[in-house]
């Protein structure tokens, strides 16, 4: 048995987040600059069942017996094993690493739990198939957030641009001619859990508004759906705008993503909007390709902790 090591990407969400937890669509694209990986090494000396599990950059190095049930990595591995029905593994190491900044809107927890499971599944074996690791890691995505809407772990474990409405079969798209986004990170923590509550509360207060909202966030994704199939991204700037802007109204913006978003503006973006759950985390813009260094620039004098410049293709 040898090592098995397994990558997944990051993703942003182009368009469409919280409104597809309602129901509309939404567009999400990997992100291959960063990266989470798991390496699973057989551990010989051991007796069978056991596993250890190590994560450096999150202090973990701990038997997974001894991890709680609602573990998320605890939980991916679990559910490999359950759906392999493999009682008593072999003893392996597993060690994770990852370059996508936590609870920041970029899929870092999807991404750990796609490699994880890949990893540990050929590791016994099985090279799992998309959709059989798409259902998993949504199922561990219900601890991260209670009511997920299943767009983070389907952009990251197929790894392609997706046109997502909850509950419906996947749409995997073309991007005919390329388009260069800038991200930017507020550096500010801001769990996915606490927003997509907080608009839930809104949305039951205000059930009206929230639904308008809601119904023209999904008309923007379909709209750029359709310019980026076309291939007329210039499109994209005003809807990512529009996007935002309903964002700012739904409560989940920050004066953090603000400043950034208009940091972009200025510096000359074709649009700029919020990414993911929102109060912190990333943002991104939309730029021709010859200003992203410029933009980068413009974003981290104006705040932001870190930038990563990304061709959607
Ligand atoms: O994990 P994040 O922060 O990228 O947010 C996911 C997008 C939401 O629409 C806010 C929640 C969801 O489940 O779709």
Do not use: C
Not at 236 to 261: K, T
């Amino acid at each position: 048995m040898s090592n098995i090591a397994k990558s997944a990407p990051g993703k942003i969400i182009l368009f469409g987040e919280h409104a597809v937890v309602y129901g509309q669509p939404a567009i999400a694209v990997p992100v291959t600059q960063v990266q989470a990986k798991a390496i699973v090494r057989p551990d010989i000396k051991t007796k069978p069942g056991t596993i250890h599990i190590a994560a450096p950059q999150i202090d973990l190095n701990s038997p997974l017996a001894d991890l709680p049930l609602d573990d998320a990595l605890a939980q991916a591995v679990a559910l490999t094993l359950e759906y392999l029905e493999i009682d008593k593994p072999p003893a392996f190491k597993l060690k994770i690493s990852s370059t996508i900044p936590l609870a920041a809107g970029l899929g870092s927890g999807a991404a750990v739990s796609v490699a994880v499971i890949r990893a540990v599944g050929e590791f016994l074996g099985h090279v799992l198939d998309d959709e059989t690791v798409n259902n998993m890691v949504y199922e561990v995505e219900k601890l991260h957030h209670g009511t997920p809407s299943g767009i983070d772990n389907t952009v990251v474990t197929y790894a392609q641009p997706v046109y997502f409405v909850r509950g419906q079969t996947i749409e995997i798209f073309s991007v005919p001619q390329s388009f260069t986004i800038v991200i930017g990170d507020t550096g500010v923590v801001s769990p996915t859990s606490i927003t997509v509550g907080d608009v839930r509360s809104g949305w039951e207060a205000e059930p009206e508004k929230y639904d308008l909202l809601f119904d023209s966030i999904g008309e923007l994704s379909q709209k750029a759906r359709q310019a980026i199939e076309l291939g007329e991204t210039d499109v994209l700037g005003p809807l990512m705008d529009a996007n935002h802007a309903h964002l700012v109204e739904m409560g989940v913006s920050s004066p953090e993503l603000d400043n950034l978003v208009e940091a972009a503006w200025e510096a000359g973006a074709l649009g700029a909007k919020l990414s993911g759950g929102g109060r912190g985390g990333n943002m991104i813009a939309l730029v021709r390709p010859e200003d992203a260094d410029r933009i980068a620039q413009a974003l981290i004098d104006s705040g932001a902790t870190n930038t990563i410049i990304t061709r959607v293709s």
